[in-house]
């Protein structure tokens, strides 16, 4: 049984700041590069950061320097804190697992609205 939960989503004002969390079960946690991905009405899904399980991060242009992904390998763990929310930050955001050679493993959670207020 794999499981990936998310918490943190909520209404904050433009400028105010957010920590997502997903934690992982039913997985060798290290062995997965996790992902925080996020759907706004109307759009596709896209990717906002990434993590590998050695610590090399990836982030989505649109949120360089705002936002931050890291992992406690430990306590099966990710997060992302995101800082200077803007209204354009709105979306359900949603953990990702991918197994680092077996590709099939794929693995994401039910996702956490995130509502920045114009």
């Known amino acids: 049984q794999v499981q990936l939960v998310e918490s943190g989503g909520g209404l904050v004002q433009p400028g105010g700041s957010l920590r997502l969390s997903c934690a992982a079960s039913?997985?060798?946690?290290?062995?997965?590069?996790m992902g925080w991905y996020r759907r706004a009405p109307g759009k596709q899904r896209e990717l906002v950061a990434s993590?590998?399980?050695?610590?090399?991060?990836n982030y989505a242009d649109s949120v360089k320097g705002r936002f931050t992904i890291s992992r406690d390998n430990a306590k099966n763990t990710v997060s992302l804190q995101m800082n200077n929310l803007k209204p354009e930050d709105t979306a359900a955001y949603y953990c990702?697992?991918?197994?680092?050679?077996?590709?099939?493993?794929?693995?994401w959670g039910q996702g956490t609205q995130v509502t920045v207020s114009a």
């Open positions: 990702n697992a991918k197994h680092t050679s077996l590709g099939y493993a794929d693995h």
């Open positions: 993590i590998t399980g050695g610590g090399s991060t």
């Open positions: 039913g997985v060798i946690f290290s062995r997965y590069t």
